[in-house]
Each structure stands twice: as C-alpha cells, then as structure tokens.
C-alpha cells in the first residue's frame, strides 16, 4: 500500500472501485482527514485516455456541486501514473451493504432515503449534471440516516469535453433507465427512473427487472411489467405503488418529470403513514385512510379512455385504466387542496367522485371524511332578514280578548271623569 499521494498521507484502504482504489488519508495542512479515490492510469493506451478524461469529469461534476445529499470534493491531482480526487470522509455503510443484509426495512426508512436520494438529484440537475449509474452501491447512509450520493464517474453534464459514443452503456445493467438500455441519450429522467428501480428493491427485496445475465435484464427493463410492491410487501401502502408506477414508467413523458416532484411525493406519503395513536383516535384514523383509499380507487374507475393521451401505459399491471394521469389524479387526491384536485380533473378530465358516488362504495364513510366535495351551504346569508313564525291560534284570541277588555275599561273611566266634572260645574253655577 502507498503511503503518500501528493501532500495527503494515506492512513489505510477502505476499498476497490470500479476505476481504482479508495483510501483513508489525513490532509496535513488544515489536519482533516479525508478519503482518496484514485485510477492508476498506467493502463493500456486505448483505455487510458478515456479513464483519465471520466475520472477528472468526476471532480469537475461533483466539485461544482454543494448539497448536503451529495458527496463534497476538496481536491483533485496527480501523483506519478496516479490520479486522485480528495474528498468528504464519510463514516457510515453503502446501501448495497444494508441491503445484502438481508432485513426488509421499515417503509418509513426507505421514503426518507430514497427522498433524500431525489433531494440530491434534483439539485446536480439543476446544475445540468446526470449520474447515470444511481445505484445502492453509490449511497452512503452516515449518522441519523443521512444520505450522500456518490460517485459521479460517468455523470454527462451539457458542457462535458468527453462524449459518450452513439450506442454504448453506461451504468449498471440492473437500474438502467429503458433509453439508457438501447443508447439513446439521456437526461435527468434516466436517473428518476434507476431511483424508481432502487425503491422497488427497498420494498420489495427484489429487483422490478431481473434475469440470468445482462441480455435477460435488459429485455425485461424494456418490455416487462413487475406485481407491484405491496403484492410482495403488504406493508406497502397504495400511495407507493402509484409513486413507484410513475418513476418506472417506460415512456418518458409519463414518468416523473422532476426529481423534487419525487421527492416530494415521497414525503406526502411519508407523512400519511400510521401514527402511534390513542384508542380515542385509531377509529377516526382508519376512517379517514379509507376514505382517501376509496377516493383513489373511485377516481381512477372514472378514467376518460376516450383520447389517446388518456390510454393505458405500461406501468406496474395495477389496473387496466392506470396512467400517468390517473397516477398524477390520484397523487393529488391523498396530497393537494380541493383546488388542486378540481384543476388536474379539468386538465385530465377526470371527475372527481361525489360524496354519494363514495357512501355507495362504503356506507360507512361520512360527508366529514372527503374534504375534497364541497359542502353544501346550509347557513342564511350573514344580512339575511330573520323571518317571524306565526303565533298559534289559541295565543293569538288570548291577546284578542286581552286588548277588548282594555278597551272597555278606559271607556268607563272616561264616563265616570265626565260625570264628576259635570257634578262640579253645577255646584258652581247653583
């Protein structure tokens, strides 16, 4: 083992990458340590000048790049016929190696990796920067569940000086996106689609496209159709099978079009997950679940087949009217506002399932579970005149008599002043 690489001194091996080997090393100037990821170029000619000219692509793509979800370089050089990138030191596993263990994850904890995953993407996208080799073996899990993406080897940035001949791969054959498999390029929706592929195996313990060699693979990522997950998994929720149904849709306009749109699914449905409750609220939580299940279910048996943007696509065999529509309604339905909701059904034309369309399906559902059918108003206007009930008959002759009786006492009081004023006048005038 070699004890020194430019000014970093190497402390041990932590391991054999694909270009060369990764060391543990210590920066002596600011006494850091760091790790060395290396490609001994002494390689045959024909190879060399490719290896080289990827390597250093990596410490240009990932140097440009400050996100808490994505590996941070410090440096790059060369050593002899040893090139080297001095990185971000992380102590933690790789995926891959969590995985191998063999011990299914809870749902929870692959939401919040995989949205970080999405997280990171997101932004060496903006940046214009693909991976193109997404991969478990490419994700670090440090302290807390905190997630690093690594290994940006084969990224292709817009302004990349190495092109990627016409027809070859790159990647690793399980996780490859279908336009990566017959080499068409690609963009940021290649990588949604190797992260789609990660999540199926998180659930699921099993790759969505398997087979005994590359050939195998490869046709099934073009033309199969894997159960969804929660048919291998039953705690997988519904919510997930659409979301995975998006990211590994073949074509690309139906796949998820944005890696924070990703990521952002991820979350709501992170958050709709079941909550340790109190019995006071396990009834009125299960309720609730249903009714946004069901409304899930009613929207998408209300699909409009009618235009051809609206036909079936290949997707996970959840049903035969799934699209990337009714993928996108129904994300809505568990995750968006009323407003929301209305406007994906105009712009998809899909109706939105009434409250009696639903109590059909379930009478026991209530109008106080489907927040996203309006209410009808019932209260008067805030300036309505009140309006006055007529008395009953038997209180109205009462007042009747009552006001007669009145009447007739102030005429006899009358009679008697004029009597008495009467008396006095003729006292006066006799």
Excluded: W
């Amino acid at each position: 083992m070699i004890s020194q690489l430019g000014r970093y001194n190497i402390i041990g091996e932590l391991g054999q990458g694909a270009m060369g080997t990764v060391y543990k090393a210590v920066d002596p100037l600011i006494d850091r340590i760091v790790a060395i990821k290396t490609i001994n170029l002494s390689l045959a000619m024909d190879e060399k000048d490719e290896y080289e000219s990827r390597f250093y692509q990596e410490a240009k793509a990932a140097g440009r790049l400050s996100h808490p979800n994505i590996v941070t370089i410090y440096d790059v050089g060369k050593s002899g016929e040893i090139a080297y990138i001095a990185m971000e030191f992380l102590q933690g596993r790789e995926l891959r190696d969590i995985l191998n263990d063999g011990k299914r994850m809870p749902v929870e904890q692959v939401i919040n990796i995989v949205a970080q995953v999405a997280q990171g993407l997101a932004y060496a996208h903006e940046y214009g920067i693909v991976h193109r080799d997404v991969k478990p073996s490419n994700i670090m899990i440090v302290r807390d569940g905190h997630v690093k993406i690594t290994d940006f080897g084969i990224a292709r940035m817009a302004s990349a000086a190495v092109r990627t001949q016409t027809g070859m791969v790159l990647g690793s054959p399980k996780y490859m996106s279908p336009e990566q498999v017959v080499g068409k390029l690609t963009d940021q929706r290649s990588d949604i689609f190797s992260l789609g592929v990660m999540l199926y195996e998180m659930l699921t313990g099993q790759a969505p496209f398997g087979g005994e060699n590359i050939n195998a693979i490869m046709y099934q990522t073009l033309n199969s159709v894997p159960p969804p997950p929660s048919t291998l998994s039953p705690n997988v929720p519904e919510m997930l099978n659409f979301i995975v149904a998006k990211a590994l849709a073949k074509k690309l306009d139906h796949r998820y079009q944005d890696a924070k749109e990703f990521a952002g699914d991820l979350y709501a449905c992170r958050d709709r997950l079941p909550r340790p409750t109190t019995s006071h609220d396990v009834s009125k939580q299960a309720l609730s679940v249903s009714a946004q299940r069901q409304e899930a279910i009613t929207a998408g048996k209300h699909v409009d087949t009618s235009e051809d943007e609206s036909k079936p696509v290949a997707t996970l065999g959840l049903s035969s009217v799934f699209d990337s529509a009714a993928a996108t309604l129904r994300l809505a339905a568990l995750t968006g506002t009323a407003e929301e909701v209305e406007e994906f059904s105009k712009t998809f034309k899909m109706p939105i399932p009434s409250i009696e369309e639903i109590n059909r399906a379930n009478p026991a559902l209530s109008a106080a579970t489907l927040p996203l059918t309006p209410k009808p108003k019932s209260e008067p206007p805030i300036f309505a005149k009140p309006k006055i009930a007529p008395a009953p008959a038997a209180a109205y002759k009462g007042k009747q008599e009552e006001k007669e009786e009145s009447s007739s006492g102030n005429l006899l009081l009358i009679v008697v002043v004029f009597l008495v004023l009467m008396g006095l006048l003729s006292v006066f005038i006799f």
